[in-house]
T-cell receptor, first 117, second 115 residues
Framework: KAGVTQTPRYLIKTRGQQVTLSCSPI?????VSWYQQTPGQGLQFLFE???????NKGNFPGRFSGRQFSNSRSEMNVSTLELGDSALYLC????????????????FGAGSRLTVL | AQSVTQLDSQVPVFEEAPVELRCNYS??????LFWYVQYPNQGLQLLLK??????LVKGINGFEAEFNKSQTSFHLRKPSVHISDTAEYFC?????????????FGTGTRLQVTL
């Protein structure tokens, strides 16, 4: 069973540009969430998508956005990049992101490392 | 809101020695607790989780953790570490209702195993 796949793994952008990162969840998983990891702030929740709808959102500015497609694949976009956006962006998937049916543990991808110059 | 405190940013230990990585949490509601490991240039891998039941939880690679509700702790232990255990370890918490996707992570503990 393939894991969570994130592309690209590494990318370099300059301030003011925008970037799109892609995440393919584990087959059958319908919930996709995104996290930002930086040395200063650690791991922070960005947002979660389920059935093509944003279901939960962290405390990030509107420059950070995402979407989910009908096949559960997700993309996140960061516009008007700032130096502080340099980070490892992690995607995680779960069956439906709900505890109602019991354990719904997140499985993480390897991440996309963004460097903003 | 929940919060997690990992008391040690770095833990150096010799190979085959025991290790304990400490984690304390704060929450006004019931929670689920997790330990993840991150190897260099990789994502997070789940080590173990506490959802309910026995407070002693066993995970992969010989790790275990004990949930202590009165002390709001979830310390990770391994009786004998190996060089390959060198990695960053993250404790995480989420409330046990609603979406399971919004984890609150601690700042991480760097485990450095040497010969």
């Amino acid at each position: 069973k393939a894991g969570v796949t994130q592309t690209p793994r590494y990318l370099i952008k300059t301030r003011g540009q925008q970037v799109t990162l892609s995440c393919s969840p584990i087959s059958g998983h319908r919930s996709v969430s995104w996290y930002q990891q930086t040395p200063g702030q650690g791991l922070q929740f960005l947002f979660e998508y389920f059935s093509e709808t944003q279901r939960n959102k962290g405390n990030f500015p509107g420059r950070f956005s995402g979407r989910q497609f009908s096949n559960s694949r997700s993309e996140m976009n960061v516009s008007t990049l700032e130096l502080g956006d340099s980070a490892l962006y992690l995607c995680a998937s779960s069956q439906d992101g709900s505890w109602v049916r019991g354990a719904n543990v997140l499985t993480f991808g390897a991440g996309s490392r963004l460097t903003v110059l | 809101a929940q919060s997690v405190t990992q008391l040690d940013s770095q833990v150096p230990v010799f190979e085959e020695a025991p290790v304990e990585l400490r984690c304390n949490y704060s929450s006004s509601v019931s929670v689920y607790l997790f330990w993840y490991v991150q190897y260099p240039n990789q994502g997070l891998q789940l080590l173990l989780k506490y959802l309910s039941g026995s407070t002693l939880v066993k995970g992969i690679n010989g790790f275990e953790a004990e949930f202590n509700k009165s002390q709001t702790s979830f310390h990770l232990r391994k009786p004998s570490v190996h060089i390959s255990d060198t990695a960053e370890y993250f404790c995480a918490v989420t409330r046990n209702t609603g979406t399971a996707s919004k984890l609150t992570f601690g700042t991480g503990t760097r485990l450095q195993v040497t010969l």
